[in-house]
């Protein structure tokens, strides 16, 4: 929080930190636990399109979870309503 751009912000939001970031997609998941058995078991070995999620390699978990985050937010708070565009970023890159 402490980045120039956070302080010139009109509205931050933060996505959860999940240890497994399974639980992110079980919330997008509205609670149906069904894709925990029926994704893995089409995947193939190389796929990191759930990865951060089951213990499988790399960030598409995260990265999926953070845009449906987003547009949830965007949706809750009405912000197209006040806004024409929107700048996303990681406070972290500055």
Do not use: C, Q
């Not at 010139?8 to 399974?22: G, L």
């Amino acid at each position: 929080h402490n980045s120039s751009i956070m302080g010139r912000a009109k509205f931050v939001s933060e996505v959860p930190h999940y240890p497994d970031w399974a639980d992110a997609i079980d919330i997008m998941a509205k609670g149906d636990l069904s894709w925990r058995t029926r994704v893995p078991k089409v995947l193939t070995n190389d796929s990191i399109i759930i990865g951060g999620a089951l213990g499988i390699e790399g960030s598409g978990a995260l990265i999926m979870s953070a845009r449906w985050f987003l547009i949830s937010y965007i949706k809750e708070y009405r912000l197209r309503e006040l806004y024409d565009r929107f700048v996303i970023s990681r406070p972290d890159h500055f």
